[in-house]
């Protein structure tokens, strides 16, 4: 029996998919939201039984039909953000700020629960456009609406993210890897399936107006995640400081790709920790803490990108 219905913008995307599955897992319906059913679809459609998952095409600049998917649902969760801009069109400030003041505003109006997810230890970061347009997005959110949730993630792995399998896709090819700012910035990595454990527990114990900083149960560097990583994948590699004059040259070039490496704007980033602020509320203190550890995750999916694949790592072992 369907007991609640959940809008989702950003569905196809890593938390998504693993949001899903954790909320029809409860029986709660899902309308997953995408700009292109076509391309989505079939990844979309494999997330959830048959009667759990309605998918919808719409544009989030579409005030008329976002207000009507809104209106028709008992809570809806933003999942929508972008790590680079494209053209005019995909801005951040578009994706970041604009869009969750529209949602939030109709979601009031609606009364309709809202879940905004946004990112963690934003607030140092005042040459970061992406981290000041999220920023402006939680403050509008808030503004519009105080029931609103806001949830605030350190990085996010699993088998589906583009972090960790991509980092472990150039160790596996080139032998020596850079660190930036020496590779001593701190992160709290949490898995995708805890985040989407934290949306569950927030719309199923009724939690409101809170925001919530969403972080692993470990803090680890930059280098230290490298090396975890080298390790999944068997490859012993020269993790080499990149002085900051070279990584902005580099970053300069990487942007002029389609899909880049890494940007300017994630450079600038990459020098702030990424881990809980001093007073504020993680999803340990209301009662959802994370499970998944780093190393032990990552290995369950590393043989991707180890030599010979998932037998070849068993065979080594019994060396
Ligand atoms: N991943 C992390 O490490 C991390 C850390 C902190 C915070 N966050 C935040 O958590 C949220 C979800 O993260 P995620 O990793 O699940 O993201 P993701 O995998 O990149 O997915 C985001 C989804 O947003 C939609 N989207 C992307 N660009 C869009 C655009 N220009 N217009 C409309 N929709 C667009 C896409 O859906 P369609 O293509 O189907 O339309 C995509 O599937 C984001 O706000 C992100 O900033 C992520």
Request: charged share 25%; proline share 4%.
């Given at each position: 029996?369907?007991?609640k219905?959940?809008?989702?913008?950003?569905?196809?995307?890593?938390?998504?998919?693993?949001?899903i599955?954790r909320?029809?897992?409860?029986?709660y319906k899902?309308?997953?939201?995408?700009r292109?059913?076509?391309?989505?679809?079939?990844?979309?459609?494999t997330q959830?039984?048959?009667?759990?998952?309605?998918?919808e095409?719409?544009s989030?600049?579409?005030?008329?039909?976002?207000?009507?998917?809104?209106?028709?649902?008992?809570?809806?969760?933003?999942?929508?953000?972008?790590l680079?801009e494209k053209?005019?069109?995909?801005?951040?400030y578009?994706i970041?700020?604009?869009?969750?003041?529209?949602?939030?505003r109709?979601?009031?109006?609606k009364?309709?629960?809202?879940?905004?997810?946004s990112?963690?230890?934003l607030?140092?970061?005042?040459?970061?456009?992406?981290?000041?347009?999220?920023?402006?997005?939680e403050?509008?959110?808030?503004?519009?609406?105080d029931?609103?949730?806001?949830?605030?993630?350190?990085?996010?792995?699993?088998?589906?993210d583009?972090?960790?399998?991509?980092?472990?896709?150039?160790?596996?090819?080139f032998?020596?890897?850079?660190?930036?700012?020496?590779?001593e910035?701190?992160?709290t990595?949490?898995?995708?399936?805890?985040v989407?454990?934290?949306?569950?527990?927030?719309?199923?114990?009724?939690?409101?107006?809170?925001?919530?900083?969403?972080?692993?149960?470990?803090?680890?560097?930059?280098?230290?995640?490298?090396?975890?990583l080298?390790k999944?994948?068997?490859?012993k590699?020269l993790l080499i400081p990149?002085?900051?004059?070279l990584?902005?040259?580099s970053?300069?070039?990487?942007?002029?790709?389609?899909?880049?490496?890494l940007?300017?704007?994630?450079?600038?980033?990459?020098?702030y920790?990424?881990?809980?602020?001093?007073?504020g509320?993680?999803?340990?203190?209301?009662?959802?803490?994370?499970?998944l550890?780093?190393?032990?995750?990552v290995?369950?999916?590393s043989?991707?990108?180890?030599?010979?694949?998932q037998?070849?790592?068993k065979?080594n072992e019994?060396k």
């Amino acid at each position: 029996m369907i007991t609640k219905k959940v809008l989702i913008f950003g569905a196809s995307g890593q938390i998504g998919r693993y949001c899903i599955r954790r909320l029809v897992r409860n029986n709660y319906k899902v309308i997953a939201v995408t700009r292109n059913t076509h391309q989505k679809g079939y990844i979309l459609k494999t997330q959830a039984p048959i009667g759990y998952l309605d998918i919808e095409q719409a544009s989030i600049l579409d005030e008329e039909r976002i207000y009507q998917l809104i209106s028709n649902v008992d809570v809806c969760i933003n999942l929508i953000g972008i790590l680079f801009e494209k053209g005019k069109a995909d801005t951040f400030y578009k994706i970041h700020t604009e869009f969750p003041d529209r949602i939030s505003r109709i979601c009031k109006q609606k009364n309709v629960d809202l879940i905004h997810v946004s990112a963690l230890a934003l607030d140092n970061a005042i040459d970061s456009k992406y981290a000041q347009s999220k920023i402006k997005g939680e403050i509008k959110v808030r503004e519009n609406f105080d029931r609103a949730t806001i949830i605030k993630p350190s990085i996010i792995f699993s088998v589906d993210d583009k972090l960790s399998t991509r980092f472990m896709g150039l160790l596996s090819l080139f032998p020596i890897f850079p660190l930036y700012y020496n590779g001593e910035t701190k992160f709290t990595p949490i898995h995708a399936a805890d985040v989407a454990e934290l949306i569950f527990h927030v719309i199923s114990k009724e939690i409101i107006s809170k925001d919530i900083e969403a972080i692993g149960p470990e803090i680890l560097t930059f280098k230290e995640i490298i090396q975890i990583l080298s390790k999944c994948i068997k490859k012993k590699r020269l993790l080499i400081p990149m002085p900051l004059f070279l990584a902005k040259i580099s970053s300069i070039f990487f942007q002029l790709f389609p899909n880049p490496l890494l940007t300017l704007d994630q450079l600038r980033l990459l020098k702030y920790d990424n881990i809980k602020s001093k007073n504020g509320i993680t999803n340990f203190d209301i009662g959802c803490p994370s499970k998944l550890y780093f190393e032990e995750s990552v290995l369950k999916y590393s043989f991707n990108y180890a030599e010979g694949g998932q037998f070849s790592i068993k065979k080594n072992e019994k060396k």
